[in-house]
C-alpha cells in the first residue's frame, strides 16, 4: 500500500487550486506532475554543474557528464536494459522516428508490410506511413474490437506474414487503457523474420518492466509520462541492431574520427545521439527513476490498479455515461475514457475544470482509434500514484453536475 | 485531499447547476441549431474544422447576385462551436456579401453573450472562419468567372 498523503507532499503543484477549488489531476496519460527531488535535480544541475558533456577536462564538464552518463546508468537498470544499448531522445515520438530514419530507411524494401493496430498514438502511426510512402511498402493493421477494446487475436497470423519487416505495437492504449498481447505479437513477427518495436509510453511509467523478460527488439518511453522532465525520452534497442544501424543524427558528440571528406562515427549510444544532448532532462529522468524505484514499480501498479478499479464501479453509476476499453481491470491501465450522453468532450472538459478537475477531451491523438470507436471524441481520466479515491469521488460528482448543466436526466 | 467522499447522487433532485458559460440560448442553439441542413444547388460550400477536438463545420450558401438568400450548416462538435454557428448562420439571410464579410470576431462573442477563454476561443469561431472561407471562395469564383467574360 502506498502512503499517498506522504507521496502527495512531494508534489508541489497538488497543493494548487484552480478556480477556487483543489486541482484533481487526472490527465497523467498526458504528462505526469513532477516531484520536488526531479525538479531540484534540474534545478541543481544548472546551479551547480552546467558545462557541455564529454568534452571538456574541467571539472564542471567531468560532473556534467557523470550527471548524464549516470543517469543513463539508472534508466537501464531501471527496465533492465544494457546501458550503451539505453538511447536518450526527446521522447517516445522522437524514439519512434530513429527507428524509423536509422533502422526503416535502410532495411524497409519495396513491397515490404508493416504492421500497426488501429489503436496506435499517431507517434507510432504516422512515422510509419512517411516510411512505407517513401520505400513502396505497406501497411496492415490489426483490428480492435470497439466492444472490447482489444485486438483481434485470431488475426496475427492472417496480417503478420513472411511479407512483414517490421511490427510496432503500443503496449498499453493511450485512449482505452488495454494491455497488449505484446509478449504473442512479438513471437509472431520474430517467427516471421520482422523486427518488433514496441511503443511503452503509457506502460513504463506504470507497471515494473523487465526488458530481459521479453523479446523485443526496440522499446520506447518518455521521461515525462514517469515523474521525469519535458524534453527527455528513451530508446532501448537489440546491441546488434543498433550497431548495425545507420547514425539518426549526424554533427557533434557521434564521431570517433572526422577528416574533410569522411568520418568514423562513434559507438553505441553516442552513435545515436548527435549534438548537445539534454544533461538537465537526464538528470531530472535520473531522480524521477530513483524516486519511483523508492516506491517500487510494484506499489505504483497495484494502486492504480484498485483505483482504475473504484473509478470503473464509480462512473458506471452515472446514468448515459459509457464507458470504453476493456471491463476486466486486469487487462488494463489506468486510463478511462468514456462520454457522458451527447455533452462533447470539450464541454465537458470546461465543466470538470470549474471543480478543478483536469481530464483530456478530444481523440487523444489516436483519431483513426475514435472512429473505430464510432465517436467524434471522447474525455479521458487518466491516473498515477497520487491519485486518491476522494478525487475520483470528486470527478463523479463533477460528471454529475454537467449532466445537470447539460439538462441530461430531462 | 481535503474534500470528504460525497454520497451525492446528484440527479434528479431538481438541483439545477447553472453554469456561467453553458447557458440556456446556448444549449438551446446547441441542441435544436437554427438553419441546420443543406441547400440545394448552393452558390457556394466550404468546410472547416479544429484538429484539436473535432468540431467540424459545412456551411452553404444561397445567394441572389449580391445578396444571401439562405444559409445553412451542417456539422457535429462541442456546444460552443454549433451554438456558435446556429446563431451566426441565423443572422445571414438577407445581407449582402459585403455585410457578411464584416461580421466579427466581437460580433460572435456578442451574438453568444458569454466570455470564452483562450482555449475554447476557436471552438467559438470556428464558424465564422468558415463563413470567411466560403466568401473568399465566391468572390475568387466570381473574379474567375469575369475574367472568362471578358478575356
Known amino acids: ?410 | 485531499m481535503t474534500q470528504k467522499p460525497s454520497h451525492d447522487t446528484g440527479k434528479g433532485q431538481g438541483v439545477n447547476f447553472q453554469d456561467p458559460l453553458y447557458r440556456e440560448n446556448i444549449l438551446d442553439h446547441y441542441r435544436h441549431p437554427r438553419n441546420f441542413g443543406r441547400i440545394e444547388n448552393p452558390t457556394v460550400t466550404f468546410h472547416g474544422d479544429n484538429p484539436i477536438c473535432g468540431d467540424e463545420i459545412d456551411i452553404a450558401l444561397q445567394l441572389d447576385k449580391n445578396k444571401i438568400t439562405d444559409a445553412k450548416f451542417i456539422g457535429r462538435g462541442c456546444a460552443i462551436s454549433q451554438a456558435s454557428a446556429s446563431m451566426l448562420m441565423e443572422t445571414l439571410p438577407g445581407k449582402t456579401m459585403e455585410q457578411a464579410s464584416g461580421i466579427s470576431k466581437d460580433n460572435i462573442m456578442e451574438m453568444l453573450g458569454v466570455d470564452v477563454n483562450a482555449t475554447r476561443l476557436k471552438c467559438a469561431i470556428l464558424p465564422l472562419k468558415v463563413l470567411e472561407g466560403a466568401l473568399f471562395l465566391h468572390k475568387k469564383e466570381n473574379e474567375h468567372k469575369l475574367k472568362k467574360r471578358n478575356g
Request: proline content about 3%; glycine content about 8%.
Open chain 1, 1 to 410: 500500500m502506498l502512503d499517498v498523503t506522504k507521496i502527495r507532499k512531494d508534489f508541489p503543484i497538488l497543493g494548487r487550486k484552480i478556480n477556487g477549488k483543489s486541482l484533481v489531476y487526472l490527465d497523467n496519460a498526458a504528462t505526469s506532475q513532477k516531484p520536488v527531488s526531479v525538479i531540484s535535480a534540474i534545478k541543481n544541475y544548472y546551479e551547480k554543474s552546467n558545462s557541455n558533456i564529454h568534452r571538456s577536462i574541467h571539472t564542471l564538464s567531468q560532473e556534467a557528464t557523470e550527471s548524464y552518463e549516470g543517469a543513463r546508468k539508472k534508466t537501464a537498470k531501471h527496465v533492465n536494459w544494457e546501458e550503451e544499448a539505453t538511447i536518450f531522445t526527446r521522447n517516445t515520438t522522437e524514439s519512434l522516428n530513429l527507428v524509423m530514419r536509422a533502422w526503416g530507411m535502410k532495411n524497409i524494401r519495396k513491397g515490404d508490410e508493416i504492421v500497426l493496430t488501429e489503436m496506435e498514438h499517431h507517434s507510432n502511426l504516422v512515422p510509419w506511413q512517411f516510411l512505407a510512402k517513401s520505400r513502396g511498402a505497406q501497411l496492415k493493421f490489426l483490428s480492435v474490437d470497439a466492444k472490447t477494446g482489444k485486438i483481434k487475436t485470431d488475426e496475427f497470423h492472417n496480417k503478420i506474414t513472411g511479407k512483414t519487416k517490421l511490427v510496432s505495437v503500443c503496449h498499453m492504449s493511450n485512449v482505452l487503457g488495454t494491455i497488449n498481447p505484446v509478449d504473442e505479437i512479438a513471437n509472431i513477427a520474430h517467427e516471421n523474420g520482422a523486427i518488433f518495436v514496441l511503443d511503452a509510453a503509457q506502460s513504463v511509467p506504470h507497471f515494473p518492466f523487465n526488458g530481459k523478460q521479453h523479446d523485443f527488439d526496440f522499446v520506447a518511453f518518455s521521461g515525462h509520462k514517469m515523474l521525469g522532465p519535458m524534453g527527455i525520452g528513451v530508446l532501448l534497442g537489440k546491441k546488434d541492431i543498433l550497431e548495425e544501424m545507420d547514425p539518426f543524427l549526424f554533427g557533434g558528440d557521434m564521431i570517433a574520427r572526422v577528416e574533410l571528406e569522411k568520418t568514423e562515427y562513434d559507438t553505441i549510444p553516442g552513435k545515436l545521439e548527435a549534438g548537445t544532448p539534454n544533461v538537465a532532462g537526464a538528470a531530472g529522468l535520473g531522480a524521477a527513476v530513483d524516486y519511483l524505484n523508492k516506491i517500487g514499480m510494484g506499489n505504483v501498479k497495484s494502486h492504480c490498479d484498485s483505483l482504475t478499479k473504484y473509478a470503473l464501479e464509480k462512473l458506471s453509476e452515472i446514468n448515459q455515461l459509457t464507458l470504453y476499453g476493456p471491463k476486466d481491470t486486469k487487462m488494463r491501465g489506468s486510463v478511462i475514457s468514456f462520454s457522458l450522453g451527447d455533452v462533447h468532450p470539450h464541454d465537458l472538459s470546461t465543466l470538470l475544470d470549474r471543480d478543478g478537475v483536469a481530464v483530456r477531451g478530444g481523440h487523444h491523438c489516436a483519431m483513426p482509434l475514435t472512429k473505430v470507436l464510432g465517436v467524434t471524441a471522447t474525455t479521458r481520466a487518466s491516473l498515477y500514484l497520487y491519485n486518491t479515491k476522494e478525487e475520483i469521488d470528486q470527478l463523479a460528482l463533477s460528471l454529475k453536475k454537467a449532466s445537470e448543466v447539460f439538462k441530461l436526466d430531462r
